[in-house]
């Protein structure tokens, strides 16, 4: 992670490196699989290695305009500047982009490749429902986000099943096996090769979503322990849980492609489908959580 005065999470960092080395070797199987099938592999991974240097180099860019939010400047909103000024010199990181989001939605994220090139956002919905105390808790998880490196491996993470069957696609629609009709040896190669991209992008899926769960762990931990209030950042976690299920059912179906990197998931109920395939860890675990970093932090 960055040398920030946010508290280091070891098993992060473990599971981060873990992630991008297991997603790695999917994708070398995957290409591996399509290589032996087709003559079009070559451009299938150019083009695709073309897509993940671009979601990388322009991902706060992306994010941004996902959510039709917009960057702001401290003279247009002196208080949240102010605010992140703040919480930047306290861990003694560099300032990243503020944006933020006309939408009732209560949420924040964090995007971007490096520290140095990372924006914050916030929604509009989420400063109307939160005080000072609060809204500094959430910036400070965000933030800690940005220190831990672990929204550029989200990003990077995230792209890799979508590669799968972006590469598949390519290769199937090149006529992939035609060469092969007259042994009759095209139809099963076809199937195999689909069957291996629908595994890698499973895997991927699973991957990323057992990172992102214990991600929002970490950055609960860090930012709780750095701006010493783990009661505030679990009043804000509250008040916006709470308040999700308010929000209309067609913009919390529109923002759930985005939930891995929010504060809190656009859910209409407390939980995925299953908690398996979760972007967040249970309500109750990240209180409980919170709840034990304030009596150590009282014990001290």
């Known amino acids: 992670m960055a040398r920030t005065k946010f508290a280091p999470d070891r098993g992060l960092t473990v599971r981060m490196v873990a992630t991008m080395v297991l997603l790695a070797l999917l994708y070398v199987v995957l290409v591996g699989a399509i290589s032996v099938a087709s003559n079009a592999w070559l451009l299938g991974v150019l083009v695709g290695l073309g897509v993940l240097w671009a979601q990388w180099y322009f991902s706060d860019k992306l994010a941004l305009s996902a959510m039709r939010a917009r960057e702001v400047s401290p003279q247009e909103d002196p208080a949240l500047h102010a605010m992140i000024d703040r919480l930047c010199a306290l861990a003694d990181m560099p300032k990243p982009k503020v944006a933020v989001a006309d939408t009732d939605l209560p949420n924040a994220f964090a995007a971007?490749?490096?520290?140095?090139?990372?924006?914050?956002?916030?929604?509009?919905?989420?400063?109307?429902?939160?005080?000072?105390?609060?809204?500094?808790?959430?910036?400070?998880?965000?933030l800690?986000?940005?220190?831990?490196?672990?929204?550029?491996?989200?990003?990077?993470?995230?792209?890799?099943?979508?590669?799968?069957?972006?590469?598949?696609?390519?290769?199937?629609?090149?006529?992939?096996?035609?060469?092969?009709?007259?042994?009759?040896?095209?139809?099963?190669?076809?199937?195999?090769?689909?069957?291996?991209?629908?595994?890698v992008y499973f895997v991927s899926f699973l991957l990323t979503r057992l990172l992102s769960r214990y991600r929002e762990l970490a950055a609960d931990r860090a930012g709780a322990i750095l701006t010493g209030q783990p009661s505030a950042l679990a009043s804000a976690l509250t008040k916006i849980s709470g308040d999700m299920a308010r929000i209309p059912s067609q913009d919390l179906r529109a923002a759930e492609p985005y939930n891995a990197f929010f504060f809190v998931p656009a859910l209409t109920g407390k939980m995925d489908i299953a908690a398996l395939f979760a972007s967040h860890p249970p309500l109750e675990r990240r209180l409980a959580q919170l709840d034990k970093i304030s009596v150590e932090l009282g014990r001290e």
């Open 112 to 142: 971007g490749r490096s520290p140095d090139r990372a924006v914050v956002c916030v929604t509009t919905g989420l400063r109307r429902r939160l005080d000072e105390r609060e809204l500094e808790a959430v910036l400070s998880h965000e």
């Open 144 to 199: 800690s986000h940005v220190a831990h490196r672990d929204v550029l491996v989200m990003t990077v993470a995230s792209v890799v099943g979508v590669l799968a069957g972006f590469i598949t696609r390519i290769v199937f629609f090149s006529g992939m096996g035609r060469s092969r009709s007259s042994n009759n040896n095209g139809a099963p190669i076809i199937l195999v090769v689909m069957l291996v991209a629908a595994v």
